[in-house]
């Protein structure tokens, strides 16, 4: 049996010894900061007893925040979900969930808006590559462009993280709005830069910085590897 957010949860029987995996899923504001960092802090040893560091959640290529922790079976959690650099949480009071006893918990939420004002000499441009399927195991996947941010074009300006899943490879840059963008995608070098599905020379990708934005592309072929 479980409960949703609500600030006053019904009385249930008291924590049991079995424990449970319990999965955070957030989904934040875009304009979060590139290097900004969320946590899960509540009522449970493994949450911090409502104190930092509590459970880092990793950022992945989706932009969401996960992590996954076990926590006792029938306890009643009263958590916060909180940012680090710059320090915020969620102008709320806080989040009030029944463990339930099944394996398939994932508790998904989406942030609003932190309690501090964005940046805005910074803007979070995320970027989502996805890759063909014969890009060697192990690859490393950067982003070279035009601006410092990117290398000014040395064919390793960004590096890019894998992602949970599939051939997707992420990472998130600031850039002051009015920024024009220019990039490509190569494998460290202008020797394994991006092609098109045939093999062919493509343009630059580009994007003006306006807002925080999510940016995709999808790599048609590499440069080295086509017959």
Known sequence: MGCGDSQNPPSFPPPSNKSVPVRFDVTVPASTPCGATVAVI????????????GLA???????????????????ILRYNFVLTNPDAQEPIASHNYIVEDRQ?????????????????SQTPISFVVEVPANTPSGAEIWLSGNQPELGNW???????????????????????KGTHLEFKVTRGSWDSVEKDPQGQEIANHTHTVVAPAKVEVQVGSWRDLVP
């Open 104 to 120: 398939d918990i994932e508790r998904q939420w989406t942030v609003r808006q932190w309690s501090v004002a964005a940046d805005e």
């Open 57 to 75: 959640l990793t950022r992945d290529v989706d932009g969401h925040f996960r992590g996954s922790v076990e926590l006792p079976v029938r306890k």
């Open 42 to 53: 509540g009522n449970d040893p493994a949450l911090g007893d409502g104190k930092p560091p």
């Open 154 to 176: 040395n064919g390793a300006g960004v590096k890019l993280t894998k992602g949970s899943s599939g051939n997707r490879y992420g990472g998130c840059v600031p850039f002051a």
